[in-house]
DNA sequence: CGCCCTATTGATAAACTTCAAGTTATGTGG
DNA sequence: CCACATAACTTGAAGTTTATCAATAGGGCG
């Protein structure tokens, strides 16, 4: 979803090679085709920062560590999104693949000469990274005041939402993460997530079925439960600002 | 610090006119000058997001609420920050003044128009996006994972290292919000910041002096409670990157 | 001086974590 | 294709941290 960094969803669903000029996924088009498997990382918090990324597809966390070892993943990403722009020296946080990992790469100076040579890309970048900091702030209100329950319904939520505005009209949630990565997003252990589903099953809510999936039964259950914001959902995009 | 929206922090400390120039603030120069008074809503969550806001003097606290009434406060902002600033319709958090706050106002519009006028604030712009980012990751951290003390040790050293960014070379933490607000920013209740802060005087880390003022003793003994992260304080600004 | 708001302190309870054991997938090599 | 090994997940019991409830203390302002 994001990460410090953005993570470009673009404006418009697919990749058509007419639509794709309109995200910030166009100025990568030059670039190969580099690939990760599960587990690989991409880069490292800590590294210097010289390159942004495309992904293609596939997916990959976005993590931060403490210096004891404790995992925070602030972010998971996916097909179309950017992820590595930023005006630090060095990365902030790890991006890991979850799954088959397809990427481009991209030195921070190109990027920045490309996204010049396309003023009209302006808008979208700004956009992206108000989307970025909108997302945040919507987990920090998870993080700071939600129970179990309603952190795993609004995750649970949330991807569903995101895989319909992808185009995707079933029920199932499609997970490439673990419960160990949905733990460390939630700020849960892996035993909390794991009784939070096996409760949430038991009242009908949903239904685990293969390890990465879970199947929705009733999203009216989920809604009620993730205990959203007062302003939830009534902010839609102001089309003209910014854009010219 | 952070918000939806940006706050900016100038690259540069005081307000003379020639460094006022290279900062966002600058771009409110002609609107009037408005006041609030502790307890003010200068906007509420919900609200059509019509104005962008600079502060000239004072402090506000920024929140998001649960529609059962739980607050989160996702960030302090004071004098020369920007607020309002994102691409949503209405306002994702409400703003409101600690204390006598001095700030100006522009319609998005205009602020947009202005800053077109002037692309050499365009990358400062996305700096502040990019830092605000920063920021809300951090506090995701905090949250994720930090126990009581950690997180007041962290929120403590945060506003010292600010104070000091700012030029004040002294010991002393100046903390215009109450109890509860730092508790709601750090996603802990009032008796468990008052307790944490007794435990930490106890140990003689620090002395709570008046009410808004905290004095420091050790700013080791805070630096080693805080369980920083891994890659702390090793991102400088890369002075180049999008800057022209 | 006294009131009200804010903060502190204490006792109890709840939610979640931790530790531990057991179960189910997944994928690999025979 | 099946058996096995390993990792991922689930479930249970005990332990901690922090929240909640309740009472008290301190500060600022009329």
Redesign the pocket.
């Known amino acids: 979803m994001f990460a410090n960094s953005l993570n470009v969803r673009p404006l418009f669903e697919e990749t058509s090679p007419a639509r794709e000029q309109c995200s910030l996924g166009a100025l990568f088009d030059r670039s190969q085709l580099e690939h990760a498997t599960a587990g690989q990382i991409v880069f490292f918090e800590g590294d210097r920062a010289l390159h942004v990324f495309a992904i293609r597809e596939g997916n990959l966390r976005i993590c931060r560590q403490l210096h004891d070892g404790r995992r925070v993943i602030t972010g998971f990403l996916t097909k179309s999104d950017i992820v590595g722009v930023s005006f630090k020296n060095r990365y902030l946080y790890s991006a890991e693949a979850l799954d088959d990992v397809v990427f481009q790469r991209q030195t921070k100076m190109a990027f920045e000469k490309q996204l010049l040579a396309r003023p009209d890309l302006r808008p979208v970048l700004l956009s992206q990274l108000c989307d970025e900091v909108a997302a945040a702030q919507d987990q920090m209100v998870l993080l700071s005041c939600?129970?179990?329950?309603?952190?795993l319904c609004s995750f649970l939520l949330g991807r569903l939402r995101k895989s319909m505005a992808h185009g995707c009209q079933t029920n199932v949630i499609n997970?490439p993460?673990?419960?160990?990565?949905i733990?460390d997003y939630l700020?849960?252990?892996?035993?909390?997530?794991?009784?939070?589903?096996?409760k949430l099953a038991g009242q009908g809510i949903l239904s685990?079925g293969?390890?990465?999936e879970i199947l929705v039964l009733k999203k009216s259950g989920l809604v009620e439960r993730a205990g959203e914001d007062l302003a939830a959902d009534d902010g839609l995009d102001t089309p003209g600002y910014y854009h010219h």
Do not use: F, N, Q, Y
């Open positions: 939600k129970s179990a329950e309603e952190r997970l993460m673990t419960r160990l990565d733990a700020g849960l252990t892996i035993e909390t997530v794991s009784r939070t589903v096996t685990a293969r390890r990465h």
